[in-house]
């Protein structure tokens, strides 16, 4: 990971040697959806490398194809154009190194919290001993415990955040895919999540691709934040956040350097909100 | 207030009237009185024929009740996983559906005679629809995301069906079932009340037929409580099986 972080706080000189070592490429990639008939462009012209244990937060406005680079990384859709490689393969079909995690958890209702966290691992054909050994620990990696037995209707929002980010490692996907997971939480919940995603994906050394509209967030979490603009969309920008990468979230709101990040990217951001709004408007 | 005591009340009111109002104002032929009704139920419970023919009714309606969910339920899959299949068949499901099913009695009397059996056809014909059509429902209800999600983890299309899909449109076809049950009876009793000699449908057209106002009215009671307790028995699987629901209702509703 020292190696990525030099990467990025030196991004003229490292940059061949970064593409050479990448997890995830994006090569010139776009993507149309057809919708009734009418071909419909979301993004074009995407070239992107991310490393292994890369933490990458990505901003935008709505509708400028953010989702959409999640889910070409899953492989859930294949790019129009353009090529899209993971750890050296072009990705087709479901990238099963990929986990998922969006606004709702998309846990299971009618199974408890060691009934969803299980059922990646039985799906995997996990044995029973062995399985309940590894959702122990799961539990108590996200702080659950005590709640083992409660189905989701029974918990707090941020419980079943904990128990979706549980099932999302059980399978240990050596990426996580993040679709504005944290939105629907409060302020101080949100605050407490993106402390415990921070301290797993270092310590479990996962690469984090993180969709966001807050960018606050972005800066918090992000070893780099991409900016997404436009109509299709593309990447306008590709910020570095030299912040560190064993960050306290709460003590950084008193990080003058925090606030220049996060008010350059309000500067950079501004007008392109402006644009929308315009072009929504016309 | 106590909801129960205050039923009680209504209850014991809506009987005294009737009780009271039975031979003075109206007359007793037409309406009978609950006191004679009760009389002539206890007769019928002590004659054992309430057991007799409740418990044909009973076979009929569980014996169709439990084909036609079966049925409902595994076309309902079928047709839910298999968009192809659906719309190939759609015209045809759509034609029958329409049909009022107790028209298909007198074609059920010629197709398997006035036994049992053509009883039990018509009640599962009945249930299948409403059982199918909440199924299928289920099936497609089922979120795109959540199965996308599963994929990533590896999931083939059993671990899909099982996992997913299946316990998802449960509860789809639980409403089903409990829509069913009044229904069910309909079949079964419409059966009797067509054809029979046996039966609660039977007993009821008896006592008509020899205008027993009172001996209809038991048979009515009898039919409710068979009702009741049929719906009571499908609550009681479900929570069996759906225990995440049990407390849903307790909790105070929340936005």
Known sequence: ?282 | MNIFLGRLAIFITLFATWELSSGPLIDPFFVSSPSEIAGKFYELVISGRLFSHGGITVVETLAGFVLGATVGIGVGLLLGRNELLAKLLDPILVSIYSLPKVALAPLFIMWFGIGIEMKIILTATIVFFLVFLNTYSGVRAVDREQLEILRLMGAREHHLITKVVFPSAIQWVFTGLKLSVPYALIGAIVGEIMASNRGLGYLLQDAAGQLDTAGVFAALVAIIALALLLQAIVRMVETRLMPWKKDLGDREASV
Not at chain 1, 153 to 165: E, I, N, P, T, V
């Open chain 1, 1 to 282: 990971m020292p190696v990525a972080l030099k990467a990025i706080t030196t991004p003229a000189g490292a940059e061949r040697d970064e593409r050479a070592s990448a997890l995830i490429q994006f090569i010139g990639v776009s993507k149309s959806f057809t919708v009734k008939g009418v071909a419909k462009q979301a993004s074009h012209s995407i070239n992107l490398s991310i490393e292994k244990g890369e933490v990458v937060t990505v901003v935008g406005p709505s509708g400028c194809g953010k989702s959409t680079l999640l889910n070409m990384v899953a492989g859930l859709f294949a790019p129009t154009e353009g090529q899209v490689v993971y750890n050296g393969k072009a990705v087709c079909g479901v990238n099963g190194r990929t986990g998922y995690m969006t606004q709702s958890d998309h846990l299971l209702p009618w199974r408890d919290v060691v009934g969803n966290i299980a059922v990646p691992l039985e799906i995997q054909g996990m044995p029973k001993v062995q399985r309940r050994e590894r959702i122990q620990e799961l539990i108590k990696l996200v702080g659950l415990e005590g709640f083992e037995k409660s189905y989701p209707s029974q918990l707090s929002g941020g419980m079943r955040k904990r128990a979706a980010l549980a099932r999302l490692l059980a399978y240990d996907p050596e990426t996580l895919l993040m679709d504005e997971p944290f939105a629907a939480l409060d302020a101080q919940l949100r605050m407490r999540m993106q402390t415990e995603l921070i301290r797993l994906s270092r310590r479990l050394n996962k690469t984090v691709i993180f969709v966001t509209h807050d960018l606050d967030e972005a800066v918090a979490l992000g070893d780099r934040c991409l900016i997404f603009a436009g109509r299709p969309g593309t990447i306008v920008k590709d910020v570095p956040i030299p912040l560190g990468e064993e960050r306290n979230i709460l003590q950084l709101r008193k990080d003058p350097r925090y606030h220049q990040l996060c008010g350059d990217l309000w500067d950079f951001m501004t007008p392109s909100l402006n644009d929308a709004a315009e072009g929504n408007r016309a």
